[in-house]
């Protein structure tokens, strides 16, 4: 190991406290000295990082090959079952404090490394404004602020995955942006339990290779942080906007409707389409309940999303590229939600979760009318239903085991391959450690 490289390592290890630790080892240091008072210089200086992370290595079980899943990456075309790394992450903390330990600035980073690759997953920063301890702005890649589902930590969150709708929405939950955040950090401030946040970002997500037009989104999220109604229960709640839209850079725009008195696919090739912008509208609902009992808490989530939709023939996410040819923007009315049931069993180590899911990428199609002649309907037009019972063991702070199994429902349609029931249940038997 050359010195400079000798030298970063010790660095690294001063900067990276933990608490009692680290304050151990500043108790065994003599700061009479020169290098004593070096090294308490570092730590003063670095004491304000903070290193976290978790793995999440599984094995799951499909209920026949080759299966596309919203529960982990598809399988592969010949397996039903595999063992895999769903994330491994790493996240870096850097928080500044000014005078009387008001935080000033705030730094993050995450990265996410598997089997499958490298990802960056955060890189932000963010701002407080200390006069008035109530505003905060943010900038850089990180969770949109829509929803409660988007923003509940992968490591933290009860089932597996987000929901289907989640992940085709809110696909990777992040994007490149900035926002302003109304949040009052006093502890006796009036507002204390009102949140909002107002920002606005690419549009893409991280999944797109960099911004390809000039229309953004704007998103808004206005909450309740968890409200003690009464010693045992608390009560929160959401409602949260975004619009948006990509740019229409081909004539061809498509739409479902009537025509003749049909219900079918529409489209529109006016040369005129060239350069408007192709609508993005979500609007969202959320409620959680947490009742305090003899065994843990018993927690009630619901929540509800519904709007206008810009995707493709094929998929109903949002495109990360722009199209070409006689390939044109796929407009969607859609809804669905989610509700999340959650029981502690005999203690707080065991939890029960039974979750429902919907999920319809076009309200105006269902059933057979999905694949008939003439009527040009793809797969992506499908709703489905997804029931999901797991059981979590909290086995110590740092380890947890969940078991999960999903029992997911097309709608019935005249598509080839999506006449009856895929079978494309997943167990997931998973093991998260955490730092």
Known sequence: MTKPMYRAFLLLLCTLPIAAKAQFLMDMIDTTKDAGKGMLGIYKKFDHLRLSGYIQPQFQVAESKG????EGPDFGTNVSNRFMLRRSRVRIDYVHFGKEAKAGVQIAFQFDVNERGFTIRDVWGRVFENKLQTFAFTTGMFARPFGYETNLSSSDRESPERTRMNQTLMKSERDLGAMITFEPRKKDAKMR???????????????????????????????????PVTKKLAVSAGA?????????????????????????LLVDSAVANIGTVSPRKYYGADLQLKLKNRKGFTELRGEYIGGVQTGTSTSSETPNALLTGIEGFHVRNFRGGNVYFLQHLFS????????????????????????????????????????????????????????????????????????????????????????
């Not at 299966?67 to 919203?70: A, E, G, R, V």
């Not at 906007?241 to 479902?256: A, E, M």
């Open 193 to 227: 339990y009102l949140k909002m946040d107002a920002g606005m970002f690419n549009g893409q997500g991280i999944n797109a290779t960099g911004d390809f037009d000039n229309s953004k989104d704007v998103i808004g999220r206005v909450a309740l942080k968890p409200y």
């Open 348 to 435: 707080t180590q065991h939890q029960l979760i039974v979750k429902y899911e919907w999920y319809d990428p076009n309200t105006k199609v269902k059933g057979t009318q999905i694949g008939a002649s003439g009527k040009s309907l793809t797969a992506a037009n499908i709703q489905y239903n997804t029931l999901g019972i797991g059981y979590i063991n909290y086995l110590t702070e740092n380890v947890k085991l969940v078991l999960y199994y999903a029992m997911v429902k097309n709608e019935k349609t005249a598509l080839t391959g999506y006449t009856s029931d895929i079978k494309d249940n997943v167990l997931t038997c998973r093991l998260q450690f955490r730092f």
């Open 240 to 264: 949260s906007l975004l619009y948006g839209g990509l740019l229409q850079n081909t004539k061809y725009k498509y739409s479902t409707g009537q025509s003749g008195g049909v219900t079918k």
């Open 67 to 70: 299966i596309k899943t919203f």
